[in-house]
């Protein structure tokens, strides 16, 4: 078996799932005007320069205080309206196009994202990929977001997920592909024998060539509905719209601060079916 891996943001969406629902929580009154300000600017600068860990760790960092502490409930009844309206307009076509060649061919299709697993679950459901890999936030006794994490999908932990899933389900990684944008998944691009660059940040573009991994463009968001029946995503998608907003940068750094080398770490189990 083989497996196909895909980053998420500037990857399969066109824009960033951190800032994403910036102007519904707004309207829900759950961020102040100038913390949707901060959130416009951070999404253009983004768009704009790519997911830069310095310019992500600013964007995370500057919601962290806002955040923290927010009800998990209230978050889903304000996020979850809008997911419909926020998520299937900025789907990359030429990712769905993908997501069907893979399949096509037998390969096992895994969302891999260092965005919440509250938002990456019901993607995953709603593009049909078969399993997921996230970061794991942690909610405390009565329900609020603490701002901490369980697990940090960032960098080489991507990879180690990657590699934990591989032995689990016997995929051969060798004959497997995965799909980014950014520098910070080199290791996921090289644990796999096929990688592919796409959109790259500078970085990432410069290695692509010099390794000559292929590299693509993807430049057609399109809506989910009018290429393929998909069901209406869960209502727990909303609490991706706040855990994107928490500091996980911050958090991330703990996480990884705290990690013991030597730990097989508990994220084996991480990637589930979606």
């Not at 993607?123 to 936030?137: H, K, R, T, V």
């Not at 899933?165 to 096929?194: C, F, K, N, Q």
């Amino acid at each position: 078996m083989e497996g196909a891996f895909f980053d998420l943001d500037k990857t399969v969406i066109a824009t960033s799932s951190v800032l994403a629902f910036g102007r519904p929580l707004y309207r829900g009154g759950l961020l102040s005007r100038s913390a949707l300000l901060r959130s416009v600017y951070e999404q253009a600068v983004y768009r704009l320069q790519g997911p830069g860990e310095a310019r992500m760790a600013r964007a995370r960092k500057s919601m962290l205080s806002i955040t923290r502490g927010w009800e998990r409930a209230r978050v889903t009844g304000v996020v979850g309206d809008t997911f419909d309206q926020v998520v299937p307009p900025i789907i990359f076509a030429e990712a769905l196009e993908l997501f069907e060649e893979h399949r096509q061919a037998g390969r096992k299709i895994f969302l891999v994202s260092s965005s919440p697993v509250d938002i990456v679950a019901p993607l995953a459901n709603y593009l049909g990929a078969d399993e997921y890999i996230a970061s794991q936030p942690r909610v405390d006794g009565d329900g609020l977001f603490t701002g901490e994490l369980d697990f940090y999908a960032y960098g080489p932990y991507k990879a180690e997920a990657i590699g934990n899933a591989a032995r689990r389900d016997g995929i051969d990684l060798g004959g497997s592909y995965a799909y980014s944008d950014s520098a910070t998944d080199i290791p996921m691009l090289e644990a796999v024998g096929h990688p592919v660059a796409v959109n790259p940040d500078r970085k990432l573009a410069r290695l692509a060539r010099r390794r000559e991994w292929e590299i693509r463009r993807f430049e057609r968001p399109v809506r989910l509905r009018n290429r393929v029946p998909v069901p209406a995503p869960a209502p727990t998608a909303a609490v991706g719209g706040l855990l994107a907003a928490v500091g996980l940068s911050i958090a991330g750094y703990r996480w990884l601060r705290s990690r013991q080398p030597e730990g097989a770490g508990w994220w084996a189990a991480l990637p589930t079916r979606a």
